[in-house]
C-alpha cells in the first residue's frame, strides 16, 4: 500500500483542483458578461469537430453542448480526459492521470448545484457546493503538477445531451468538502491540508497530506 500512496494522493488533489477550478469558473458566470476563451482553432472541413488549445478554466466555461477529448501535460507525461459539457450548467470529465508509470482514473460532474468527484484510488468521493460567493484562487497557484490555468490541448465536437452522465454513481460514498477562505497569498498549502483534513478514509487522506508534502 505505501508505494500506492503517492499516486493515490496525486489524482486526489488533482480531482479536488478540477472541482475547484469547476466551482470557480461557475459561479462567477453570474457576475460576468460571456467570454469566449482565447483559443486557436482548425476546424475541418464538413465536419463539427474543433481543435483549440486553452486552460481547464477555458473549457469549463464554454458553456455549449460539446464532448471534448483533452491532454494536458504533467513532469511525468501526459494525462488524457473527455469532458461532457451541457450549456452553463451541467459538466462531466473523465480522466487518465499517469503517475510514476502507473495509471488511475478520475471522475467528475457538475450538475450545477454539486461538483463531485471520485477515482479508482479509493472508495470515497468529494462533493463541493457551487456557492454564489466563492473566493478567487491564489494567482498562480498549482498542486503536484497540476494548474487549472495550464494550457492543455483539446478536440470538442458537438453532441446531444445525455442525462445519465450527469448522475454520480450510487456505489461511491460522497463526503461534502467546503471551500476554504484564503486569507493571504502564503496560505496555498494550508488551504490543500485543509482539503485533505476532511477525508474520512485514512489512507485517502494520508495520501493527499503526502503528495502535497512531495509537492512543496
Same mark, same amino acid.
Given at each position: !500500500?505505501? /508505494?500506492?500512496? *503517492?499516486?493515490?494522493?496525486?489524482?486526489?488533489?488533482?480531482?479536488?483542483? #478540477?472541482?475547484a477550478a469547476a466551482v470557480f469558473t461557475l459561479s462567477k458566470k453570474s457576475q460576468a458578461p460571456s467570454q469566449e476563451p482565447t483559443v486557436s482553432q482548425q476546424t475541418e472541413e464538413g465536419t463539427q469537430e474543433v481543435t483549440s488549445k486553452g486552460s481547464i478554466k477555458d473549457l469549463i466555461g464554454l458553456g455549449k453542448n460539446v464532448t471534448c477529448t483533452i491532454?494536458? *501535460?504533467?513532469?511525468?507525461?501526459?494525462s488524457n480526459g473527455t469532458v461532457?459539457?451541457?450549456?452553463? /450548467?451541467? +459538466?462531466r470529465g473523465d480522466f487518465t492521470i499517469n503517475f510514476?508509470?502507473?495509471?488511475?482514473?478520475?471522475?467528475m460532474?457538475?450538475?450545477?448545484? @454539486?461538483?463531485?468527484? @471520485?477515482?479508482?484510488?479509493?472508495?470515497?468521493?468529494?462533493?463541493? /457546493?457551487v456557492e454564489e460567493n466563492v473566493p478567487t484562487p491564489t494567482p498562480g497557484a498549482q498542486t503536484q503538477n497540476f494548474d487549472a490555468n495550464t494550457q492543455v490541448d483539446y478536440k470538442c465536437s458537438n453532441w446531444s445531451?445525455?442525462?445519465?452522465?450527469?448522475?454520480?454513481?450510487?456505489? #461511491?460514498?460522497?463526503?461534502?468538502?467546503? !471551500?476554504?477562505?484564503?486569507?493571504?497569498?502564503?496560505?496555498?498549502? +494550508?488551504?490543500?491540508?485543509? +482539503?485533505?483534513?476532511?477525508l474520512t478514509n485514512p489512507e485517502a /487522506?494520508?495520501?493527499? +497530506?503526502e503528495a502535497i508534502e512531495s509537492g512543496n
Open positions: !500500500m505505501a /508505494k500506492r500512496l *503517492p499516486i493515490i494522493g496525486a489524482v486526489i488533489v488533482v480531482i479536488i483542483i #478540477i472541482a491532454t494536458y *501535460p504533467t513532469d511525468e507525461g501526459t461532457y459539457v451541457a450549456g452553463d /450548467k451541467r +459538466l510514476q508509470d502507473q495509471e488511475m482514473d478520475s471522475h460532474i457538475q450538475d450545477g448545484i @454539486w461538483v463531485y468527484t @471520485w477515482s479508482s484510488a479509493t472508495p470515497q468521493g468529494t462533493k463541493m /457546493k445531451v445525455d442525462n445519465s452522465k450527469f448522475q454520480p454513481p450510487s456505489n #461511491i460514498q460522497f463526503v461534502e468538502f467546503s !471551500m476554504p477562505t484564503p486569507q493571504s497569498t502564503n496560505t496555498t498549502n +494550508l488551504q490543500q491540508q485543509s +482539503l485533505c483534513d476532511q /487522506k494520508a495520501a493527499c +497530506l
